[in-house]
């Protein structure tokens, strides 16, 4: 009996110094070791890579997109639908989850797709105009007709088959920052005209602000819709 009651003590005994030691190492050591490392080697991205504007002040996160939307005429009313500002560069629509989502707009109570076919709603493998409501292709369509009509300016005709696809479909995630360099520059004549700026200014700002396939093989170009709009916002105020 005493022997046994000795060995469960030293049982007990050694199995306490090793719940402390882990303890230490694993809840203590590790997470202050990893932080450590984090700040000084990706001080920005271990900080939620925010962007700032030129007064510092933060804006957002280059991580994560954001609309661009204008204020609604009654604050109240949840299903007015919402207007884009035509003045800043447009991101992806955000409707991943579908239209009964409450991730409509950007909103990060929930990011996915809506895992429907790429001929959702097709007539004989083709999206058309009579597309039922509701199916993927009503909705780019739908989306495609407003990229046009928004982007059109009097001395720039968008044609329907310039319109590149993440600007009538929404990331996988339904919350990408980023849009293509095509649909940036799809945007260029309309974003010079609100913002009473010179085209060749607004190109370069959209050159300045393209980011290059990573590690030079991976990926398309891709555009940061974030930094470059508070660019545009320094650009247009100075």
């Avoid at 046994?4 to 030293?10: H, K, L, W």
């Avoid at 560069?89 to 409707?95: G, L, T, Y």
């Avoid at 007539?123 to 009503?138: I, M, Q």
Wanted: proline share 5%; with cysteine; net charge negative.
């Amino acid at each position: 009996m005493n022997n046994s009651v000795g060995n469960t003590a030293r049982l007990i005994g050694a199995g306490l110094r090793a719940l402390l030691v882990l303890t230490v190492i694993c809840g203590i050591i590790y997470p202050l070791a990893v932080t450590g490392i984090a700040q000084a080697l990706f001080h920005d991205k271990a900080n939620g890579s925010e962007v700032k504007d030129k007064s510092g002040q933060v804006v957002g996160s280059s991580l994560i997109g954001q609309s661009y939307d204008l204020p609604k005429n009654d604050p109240d009313d949840a299903e007015e639908a919402p207007r884009p500002d035509l003045k800043w560069f447009q991101p992806r629509p955000s409707n991943g989850l579908g239209s009964n989502s409450v991730n409509t707009r950007y909103s990060l109570l929930l990011s996915g797709a809506t895992n429907r076919s790429a001929d959702n709603g097709a007539v004989n493998g083709k999206c058309t105009a009579g597309a039922e409501d509701g199916t993927l292709c009503a909705q780019v369509i739908a989306a495609k007709e407003a990229v046009v009509a928004d982007n059109s300016t009097a001395s720039y005709a968008v044609k329907p088959e310039d319109v590149p696809a993440d600007a009538v479909t929404s990331s996988g995630s339904g919350l990408d920052p980023d849009i293509s360099t095509a649909y940036a520059e799809l945007q260029v004549h309309r974003v010079a005209e609100q913002n009473k700026l010179d085209v060749k200014q607004v190109e370069k700002l959209v050159a300045e602000h393209t980011t290059g396939r990573t590690l030079g093989f991976m990926g398309e170009p891709r555009v940061n819709v974030l930094e470059l709009n508070t660019a545009l916002k320094a650009l247009a105020k100075s």
